[in-house]
C-alpha cells in the first residue's frame, strides 16, 4: 500500500517515517511528540534529500509555510493576494480583439444659447390717460383704474386678488374704504421693498375718498331739489370739484405705479392697451355728461340734438 507525501507528492509507502524525496516527517514514532517536520539536521543524516532547498511558500496573508524542493528542481512561485491586486489589469479589449488605449475626455467646447427674448411689460398707464378719462368718464374710470392696477398686482406677486369685486366695493359705502387703503398699502409696500421712494399714503388716501364720497352726497341732495338754475349750478360745481379731486388723487397714485414698475421692467415697460371696459366707460360717461346738460340747459340740448339729427 502507498500514499503520497503531503509536501512534494511523492509516492511513499505507509511504514515510512520520512519522505525519501523530501524529508517529510510521514508518521510518528513510538515514543516520539509529534511536532512537525524533521529539521534539515536530521535530514541530511539519514541521507536523504541533503541537498534540497527550503522555499516560503505565502498562504493566508502574513504567514509563510516552509515547502522543501530538491536541488535543481524548478521553484514555482504563488503569489498571495495582496500581489494580485498590486499586479497591473490587462487593458480592456475592443471588438476587434486589440487592446483599446484609454484617453482621457476631451473637454467640449462651451455652447451659448441664444438669449430669450423678454416680453414688455405693458403696464404703464400715462398720466393724461387717466385725467383725461377719469372727466370724460365722469368719474366711471375709477372702477376701471381699481381692477386694472389690482390685477397687475395679483400678477405681479402671485397673490390671491380677485380684482373686480376689489373695484366693485367702491360702491360700499364703508367697506370701499378698507380697500383703497389696502390698495393704497400693498403698492406702498412693494415700493418699499424695491428701495424706492415713494409719495403713496394710505392715509391720505382714505381722506381724499372721504372728501370726494361727501361732495358725491351734497351733489346727489342737490339733484333731487326742484331743477333751479342755482341748484343747477351748484350741483355742477360740486360734480366737477369732485371729479378733480379724484383725477387728481389717481394720476398721484399711478405716477408712483409707474416709478415702480419703470425699476422692474427697466427699456422693457410699455403702455397698457387701450381695454374695452375703458371705451365703454367712456361712452357712458359721455351719456351721462348729455343727460346732465339736458337737466341744466333744456333749450340748449334740444338745439345741440337738432344739430345732431
Known amino acids: 500500500m502507498y500514499n503520497f507525501c503531503p509536501a512534494c507528492g511523492t509516492r511513499v509507502q505507509r511504514d515510512w517515517n520520512f519522505c525519501e524525496n ?20 536530521q535530514a541530511v543524516a539519514s541521507g536523504v534529500a541533503s541537498d534540497a532547498v527550503a522555499e516560503p511558500v505565502t498562504g493566508a496573508p502574513g504567514h509563510e509555510v516552509q515547502v522543501t524542493h530538491p536541488a535543481g528542481a524548478e521553484q514555482s512561485t504563488l503569489p498571495d493576494a495582496a500581489t494580485e491586486a498590486a499586479a497591473p489589469q490587462a487593458a480592456p479589449l475592443d471588438a476587434a480583439g486589440a487592446a483599446s488605449e484609454q ?12 438669449p430669450v427674448a423678454v416680453a414688455p411689460l405693458r403696464n404703464r398707464l400715462a ?55 389696502a390698495h393704497a398699502r400693498a403698492y406702498r409696500d ?36 326742484p331743477p333751479a338754475q342755482e341748484n343747477v349750478t351748484a350741483m355742477f360745481g360740486i360734480g366737477g370739484l369732485s371729479l378733480v379731486l379724484m383725477a387728481w ?15 422692474v421692467a427697466g427699456d422693457g415697460l410699455r403702455d397698457a392697451p387701450t381695454g374695452i371696459g375703458e371705451v365703454i366707460l367712456a361712452f357712458l360717461g359721455i351719456l351721462l355728461w348729455l343727460d346732465a346738460l339736458d337737466m341744466s340747459s333744456p333749450s340748449v340740448f334740444q338745439d345741440l340734438t337738432t344739430d345732431i339729427r
Open 22 to 41: 523530501c524529508g517529510r516527517r510521514l508518521l510518528p514514532v513510538a515514543g516520539e511528540s509529534t511536532r512537525g517536520p524533521a529539521p534539515a539536521a
Open 103 to 114: 484617453t482621457p475626455a476631451q473637454s467640449a467646447p462651451p455652447v451659448f444659447a441664444p
Open 127 to 181: 398720466l393724461e390717460r387717466v385725467a383725461i378719462l377719469m372727466l370724460l368718464s365722469n368719474g366711471l374710470y375709477a372702477f376701471y383704474w381699481l381692477y386694472l392696477t389690482w390685477k397687475q398686482y395679483r400678477d405681479r406677486t402671485g397673490a390671491r386678488a380677485e380684482p373686480v369685486w376689489h373695484a366693485l366695493t367702491l360702491m360700499v359705502p364703508v367697506y370701499g374704504l378698507f380697500r383703497v387703503h
Open 190 to 225: 412693494l415700493m418699499l421693498r424695491e428701495g424706492l421712494p415713494t409719495s403713496i399714503s394710505p392715509g391720505r388716501t382714505v381722506l381724499a375718498m372721504l372728501a370726494i364720497q361727501a361732495l358725491g352726497v351734497v351733489g346727489l341732495g342737490l339733484s333731487m331739489r
Open 249 to 263: 388723487l389717481l394720476a398721484g397714485l399711478q405716477r408712483n405705479l409707474n416709478a415702480y414698475w419703470a425699476n
